[in-house]
């Protein structure tokens, strides 16, 4: 262990990253605290203690200074019930750090005079103490309660609009017709307190500012609720960027952690606007969150990107830099990322399926960009198939979901050729665009575009498959390797004669019942004199399945080769030993080759004897036969109830296993909700507003559990008016 020589901050930093987490303080248990050295010649190393935690309640410990504090001083100093000066300064200003004094520094501070004041003017006194100008009247009294109750209607109101992602506000100068007015227009209706509210001339608090900071409150009060769920946890990060509509850089921050119940959860915490979108920016926003949430990043044991350079870069990449301070945060690229480039990678090889897809898009634009000849396919479609799903667009950037838009290709294959004919009259006059039209419907009537698009929907289609499932949040690393190998099997499973035969059937049968060129073999060409090579004789294809057989099979290695090699990545193989230690174990197998490598990375978040104790039980527990996954030990654990202790380090493996995403498809999903926040009306929307929106639209379930009452104490005690008006909620 490294000892510690870091300076004392100065006040006003300190109590910044004091206060910045929450009201609790911060308590790990599980972190390996810094030695210190104390001692001239005889040199003794001591640490902070956890079992301190137990017997002082008030010690907060800084990460970053790597002292302790007292929270309840600090606390009270930032709420100026406590003058700075008058605080002991060893855990106000500058931490403590003597370790080899700590019990009796800490029960000297506790039995101060600065101590005892700050808690009794921060917890005794709000906690014992009514309004003394609702005490004296009742009348008054009488008047807070119902401006209390029409407050926390404007409350519901809002957590109500921002809940739903509907925009507030009205358009320019017209407010009273934005949803917010309107809404609370329609909750007066019916409550004549609540109109006469809204008729006040000031402090009624529905105006633009009001409206931020009551977002903000709530929106403080649900990140205060997932920090400190994750307080002591071991985490993922997960960070992906992307343009706004108002062309600012928005980078998302989701964090994935395991609880007791061996839960995943991929909880989303903000945006945040980037000036540059390089390594070096990236990683500083990073580190910021975490020192902000106070989430120490010894406890990071993964990060999930896409596989841009500026992300996964050897040397300069966010994930390096993030693995020189913490070598255990191992680097995962998505998933979900690495199945679409490794269809596109097959794609681009096998040259009919790219073709076709080439011809494909030609036809989205054909009827996307034109409501005359969209309007003339689906006459033609309520005509001829009126039970048959319409044609789908191709999709410009997942390549796995164009399985849907070639199996509509195929279900609508009579319908789309009439409509290029159609299209065909139509265009008479537009050379440009009938020699467009022309071209798309001969290859409609080539049997090689038939064969490329129903090879590319039965292949894409099993990708299609795998990326749903690596796209569900409670799926880890390596259950989602485990479904990409189920995938290959299955790819494996097609490349037989039996296979192809039918498939050729089955693309022969589309062929007859549709206005398709006969499949027909190529003339024979001899070889180049200069390609040749020895006197034998060329191979020529005897049938024109025979021709096509190599293609189908060429299709399928390419595909499987690309999934392979996208989902082999240098930080899977150090975390599969985590993997391989539980499943050898439970099948009985060796697997000291997996403990000795888990013992050189994780030593200190696991205790090693003691697993090697357990781990033989593992066995025992999973006798239900069959193929033992994951899954299965998963659900073994949790069937131990109270006994879990038992296996408490096989715990904490399946804990640092499940912590590591199988793809970053919560990042994407926030793209989504920030698409339809921040809409091209919305684009002057600030930042700290856009947050405050984004976590009460995204995390749905905790916006409708948050209590308005704690909502609104946080809002009134931030201001001495607002209490004389409103006065305590709780």
């Known amino acids: 262990m490294a ?79 406590l003058i700075a000066s008058c605080a002991d300064g060893a855990f106000l ?41 609702e005490l004296l009247s009742s009348k008054l009294a009488e008047d807070k309660r119902a401006a209390r109750e029409s407050f926390l209607k404007i409350l519901s109101a809002l957590r109500f609009l921002a809940r739903q992602g509907l925009p507030m506000r009205g358009d320019g100068p017209q407010e009273e017709d934005g949803n917010f007015s309107q809404l609370l227009k329609l909750t007066s209706s019916s409550d004549p307190a609540f109109a006469e509210w809204l008729q006040r ?36 990060v997960m960070v992906d960027e992307t343009t706004d509509s108002s062309t600012i850089e928005q980078m998302t921050a989701v964090f994935r952690w395991v609880d007791d119940q061996l839960e995943p959860h991929e909880e989303f915490i903000g945006m945040y606007a980037l000036e540059k979108a390089d390594a070096a920016t990236i990683f500083g926003m990073i580190k910021d ?48 990322h690495a199945l679409n480039l490794a269809c596109q990678d097959m794609v681009r090889d096998i040259k009919c399926i790219k073709d076709c897809l080439n011809t494909v898009f030609e036809l989205s634009k054909l009827l996307k960009y034109s409501a005359k000849r969209n309007a003339t396919y689906q006459r033609l479609k309520d005509d001829m198939a009126p039970d048959q799903a319409g044609f789908r667009t191709l999709c410009p950037t997942r390549w796995t979901t164009r399985s849907a838009s070639l199996a509509s290709i195929v279900s609508n294959y009579s319908v789309l050729q009439a409509s290029l004919t159609e299209f065909e009259s139509m265009a008479t006059y537009d050379a440009e665009m009938s020699a467009r039209v022309s071209g798309i419907a001969h290859q409609f009537s ?27 949040k409670d799926i880890s690393a390596a259950e989602g390797q485990a479904a990409a190998t189920v995938t290959l099997r299955s790819l494996t499973s097609l490349r037989n004669d039996t296979s192809f035969d039918t498939f050729w059937a089955d693309v022969v049968k589309v062929q007859s019942a549709n206005d398709v060129d006969e499949p027909v ?13 020895g006197t034998g004789q060329g191979h020529y294809p005897e049938s024109p399945a025979d021709h096509y057989k190599p293609i189908y099979f060429a299709a399928i290695d390419t595909v499987m080769a690309c999934i392979k090699e996208r989902f082999d990545q240098p930080g899977y193989k150090v975390y599969s030993c985590l993997e391989g230690v539980v499943l050898k174990a439970a099948n009985g197998d060796d697997y000291s080759a997996e403990l000795a490598r888990v013992e050189d990375m994780y030593a200190t978040d696991i205790n090693v004897p003691l697993l090697q104790t357990q781990l033989p039980l593992l066995k025992s527990l999973c006798t239900g036969g069959g193929n033992i996954s994951i899954g299965t030990i998963k659900t073994a654990l949790l069937n131990l ?63 409708d559990l948050l209590s308005l009452r704690q909502c609104g104490d946080d809002f009134v005690a931030a201001n001495e008016h607002r209490l004389n008006i409103l006065g305590k909620f709780q």
């Open 201 to 236: 001339k000031s402090s009624k608090y529905t105006g633009h500012d009001m409206q931020n900071e009551i977002l903000q409150v709530m929106a403080h009060r649900i990140l205060r609720g997932i920090i400190e769920e994750m307080q002591g946890q071991f985490f993922t």
């Open 93 to 133: 200003t500058k931490g403590f750090q003597n370790w080899k004094d700590a019990t009796t520094s800490f029960r000297r501070h506790e039995s101060s005079e600065c101590h005892r004041e700050a808690v009794e003017r921060l917890l005794t006194v709000p906690a014992t103490t009514k309004d003394v100008g």
């Open 3 to 81: 000892l510690s020589k870091h300076a004392g901050p100065s006040l006003s930093a300190q109590l910044e990253r004091v206060l910045v987490v929450e009201d609790k303080p911060f308590q790990p248990r599980d972190l390996t605290f810094p030695l210190v050295a104390f001692g001239v010649k005889n040199v003794v190393c001591r640490s902070f203690q956890p079992s301190w935690f137990s017997s002082w309640e008030w010690l907060h410990w800084d990460s970053k200074s790597e002292r302790a504090f007292c929270h309840t001083c600090c606390l009270a100093v930032s709420k100026k019930l």
């Open 289 to 336: 969150v975490c020192t902000r949430l106070n989430l120490p990043l010894e406890f990071c044991r993964g990060q999930c990107y896409d596989g841009a350079s500026v992300m996964r870069g050897h040397r300069n990449g966010v994930a390096a830099q993030l693995l020189q301070i913490n070598p255990r945060a191992l680097y995962t690229h998505c998933y979900g």
């Open 641 to 703: 109830g109270r006994g879990r202790e038992l296996l408490s380090e096989i715990f904490a493996i399946m804990k640092l296993i499940l912590v590591m995403p199988a793809s970053n498809a919560t990042s994407e999903r926030s793209f989504s909700a920030l698409r339809r926040l921040k809409t091209y009306l919305r684009t002057t929307m600030a930042q700290a507003r856009l947050n405050a929106l984004l976590l009460l639209h995204v995390h749905k379930d905790k916006a």
């Open 521 to 533: 073999l190529a003339r024979k060409r001899k070889t180049p004199a200069r390609f040749a090579v």
């Open 446 to 472: 080539l049997f090689s575009f038939l064969f490329g698009v129903m090879l590319g929907r039965k292949i894409l289609g099993l990708a299609e498959n795998l990326s749903k499932t690596l796209q569900k």
